[in-house]
């Protein structure tokens, strides 16, 4: 056994040393890469040439590329002989902020969006690196060969902002038209790591995300005539206070959630009782009855309330819960062991640190929730200068979130240890050490 546990430790180091020099000798052009995306986002739905120009990159290195897979989705074939099918991926997509960081390559892009709005656009969540990563993953992968055996399926997912775009990939034939993974990786990036580290979240790493709305209905009129009219202000905020004790008074202390009210609107005048209030949430959880019981909460909440205000049964509200529904990402702890592993043997196991789950969505947890079972692993990359996330720390400073208008990467060591870390994972998962 030990002889075996030095053998994989001389051979890990071998292989580490051998991605290193060759991640280095692509930096450069996935810099470019990375820069060209950054100042030419597209909106989720509508990443035409963002989806044309990854397409290319993994044609470019020998990948059998199929284009427009439930939208403007993309998958890449790299197979090898015999062996495992790892699936990696990454988002395409940007959002609508208008970008502050001051960088020369910063994005000035405006578009439409859904609604004919004119918008700014900025890679505010990081895809911009996950793409230049995953094709940096894909040339290494490429001219490594020799080291592995199996099948690369890597993924170009579009809208994973409007968490649709692993679904409709998944629904136009993914892992029935596709070789099928045996487990599945991706990363994603931390506004408040350093480069040069990756963090691990074993189990629940990303929440459910439900989008509801609450349609309170009212009887009009006179601001001084209050007791001919039914005030759906007065009801709406009632029922606002009461939506807080569900998770205070009814979810189990320990089991994570939440129920945001984000948005209220209702009234026109100071002196008119309106006749509607409408109100938006956003509910975040971990587990299936959780979820389940946050929105039976609500419902019954809402009709309690409006009967307690003596509601009549054509004025009762309405409780819109939104298909759009992201589900929880949970990593599963055995490839999560094997991916430290890997990737610690590339970049230094102290560098692969534990992090603690959020309650953010993201949809590459659907590619888990399939028939198949795929194992996944996400994995965070660090982003900042390792001396300004340490200055924020000793000053109890928040650093530029996620979706941020000034969140800035640093390129090139985020790059490095980003593909350094996907193409150590993959060879690993490959090699089926």
Request: hydrophobic share 40%.
């Amino acid at each position: 056994m030990k002889t075996f546990f030095v053998t994989f430790l001389v051979t890990s180091s071998l292989i580490a040393a051998d991605v290193a020099s060759q991640v280095k000798s692509e930096l450069p052009s996935l810099v470019a890469l990375y820069k060209e995306l950054h100042a030419n986002p597209e909106l989720s739905l509508h990443e035409v040439e963002t989806a044309a120009r990854i397409a290319k990159e993994l044609r470019d290195v020998g990948l059998e590329v199929t284009e427009k897979v439930g939208g403007h989705g993309i998958v890449g074939v790299l197979k090898n002989g015999d062996g495992p099918v790892i699936l990696v991926r990454t988002d395409l997509d940007a959002l609508p902020v208008k970008e502050q960081t001051g960088a020369p390559y910063a994005s000035t892009k405006v578009v439409k969006d859904d609604l004919g709005r004119e918008v700014n656009v900025m890679h505010a969540c990081g895809h911009d690196i996950h793409m230049a990563s995953f094709i940096g993953t894909a040339r290494v992968l490429a001219k490594k060969r020799d080291q592995w055996k199996g099948t690369v399926v890597m993924i170009g997912q579009h809208a994973e902002e409007r968490v649709l775009g692993a679904r409709l990939m998944l629904r136009a034939g993914l892992f029935s038209k596709f070789p099928k993974p045996d487990k599945a990786i991706a990363l994603h990036c931390a506004s408040d790591m350093a480069h040069g580290q990756v963090g691990i979240v074993e189990g629940y790493a990303l929440a459910n995300v439900d989008s509801v709305e609450i349609i309170v209905k009212g009887v009009g009129g006179h601001g001084s005539m209050p007791h001919l009219c039914k005030d759906p202000i007065v009801l709406a905020s009632q029922i606002v206070l009461a939506l807080q004790t569900i998770v205070s008074r009814e979810v189990r202390p320990g089991d994570p959630a939440v129920v945001t009210i984000g948005s209220i609107h209702g009234g026109t005048k100071s002196n008119i009782i309106s006749d509607e209030v409408r109100l938006q949430l956003t509910l975040r959880s971990y587990k299936t009855e959780t979820r389940k019981h946050l929105i039976e909460s609500i419902k019954r909440i809402v009709k309690a309330q409006a009967e307690s205000a003596n509601m009549p049964a054509d004025k009762m509200p309405e409780v819109v819960v939104s298909d759009d529904q992201a589900p929880a990402l949970y990593n599963q702890p055995e490839l999560c062991a094997e991916v430290r592993r890997h990737i610690g043997a590339a970049i230094g196991a102290e560098n692969v640190i534990p992090r603690e789950p959020v309650m953010g969505a993201e949809d590459f947890a659907e590619y888990g929730l399939t028939k198949e079972k795929v194992p996944l692993c996400m994995f965070w990359l660090g982003t900042q200068a390792p001396e300004v996330v340490a200055e924020a720390k000793k000053k109890g400073n928040t650093l530029p979130s996620l979706h941020s208008p000034f969140f800035k990467p640093v390129p090139e060591p985020t790059l490095e240890t980003g593909v350094k870390a996907m193409v150590s994972a993959a060879l690993g998962l490959l090699q089926g050490k």
